[in-house]
């Protein structure tokens, strides 16, 4: 029973990603002709770097955080935080950066998409859906897990119960019970206002909310049938949108929305913790999405 315990403090995706670390341990013992686990830091070392063969720096660090988890689970002394292994990870970094490509979303060109959605063979409902996918995505910061349904991991996805319009007050309080990073029970709460008629998040949510079906499903955005609008869906939308759009499809993602609504906040002069705090972010690593 503990071990299910213990089990059930991990997310399902930081369970599935930290399930990797026991083949990658395996097929390098099998290299060194020694065991991989328990080991010392200087093996420990050895491993990150023969991983950087097959991963990108982002991918080794998650991956030793599978390991030191491993380490700590079994209440052995972990390798992992040593100034070796931290150098080798360092090292690791500054010899193959990880660069960023998704491009933010301006408010032109939010705008431009809005307009373009409007403008295509969808059905009234379809387009009222997007646009206030899109604005809401923007403005509140969300990742596409919170605003999409259907994954494994489903759990952060904004319930309709959750969110509050206030017509008066012009705005629209959105609760989230737990996300990416969260304790279980957060109840942190992302803020619309009210923007510009043509790109406003208030707006254009609230005549979603209008049309929305009712559904056995309790997640906000859905299909006019009452199913799930899926990650699929969307980012294919989207990119149809794009390319309608005339703007670029390869850089541009659903993640752009994110990162555009970071850039926007900073550019309005609200300092690094407060769009920390906005976007839900743990650590200050959001500071690369922020783009000038």
């Not at 991989?36 to 050895?46: D, G, H, M, N, Q």
Request: glycine share 4%; hydrophobic share 35%; with cysteine.
């Amino acid at each position: 029973m503990l071990n299910d315990t213990l089990k059930a403090a991990l997310a399902p995706s930081t369970q599935r990603t930290y399930m990797k670390i026991e083949p990658l341990l395996d097929q390098f013992a099998a290299e060194i002709g020694q065991p991989a686990f328990p080991t010392s830091p200087s093996i420990t070392a050895l491993f990150a770097q023969s991983l950087a063969k097959k991963y990108k720096p982002s991918s080794i660090k998650t991956l030793m955080s599978a390991l030191s988890y491993k380490y700590k689970i079994r209440g052995y002394d972990d390798p992992t935080s040593s100034f070796i292994v931290r150098q080798t990870l360092r090292g690791l970094s500054r010899l193959q950066p990880t660069m960023d490509d998704r491009r933010p979303l301006t408010l032109e060109q939010l705008r431009h998409l809005l307009q373009t959605a409007s403008q295509q063979p969808f059905s009234q409902y379809h387009a009222c859906l997007f646009r206030a996918m899109f604005t809401t995505a923007f403005f509140g910061l969300f990742r596409i897990s919170e605003i999409t349904g259907g994954s494994k991991d489903n759990n952060h996805t904004i319930r309709i119960q959750y969110v509050n319009l206030d017509l008066q007050k012009g705005t629209i309080i959105i609760t989230l019970p737990s996300f990416k990073h969260s304790s279980n029970t957060s109840n942190h709460q992302v803020t619309l206002f009210r923007q510009n008629p043509a790109i406003c998040p208030v707006e254009h949510l609230a005549a979603y909310l209008h049309m929305r079906p009712q559904s056995s499903h309790s997640e906000l955005f859905l299909q006019q049938d009452g199913s799930l609008v899926t990650r699929h869906h969307f980012t294919d939308t989207l990119k149809h949108c794009l390319q309608a759009a005339g703007m670029d499809t390869t850089l541009t993602k659903s993640h752009s929305f994110r990162i555009g609504g970071a850039t926007l906040a900073a550019k309005c002069g609200m300092s690094t913790e407060q769009i920390r705090i906005l976007g839900r972010w743990r650590s200050s690593a959001f500071t690369n999405y922020i783009r000038f």
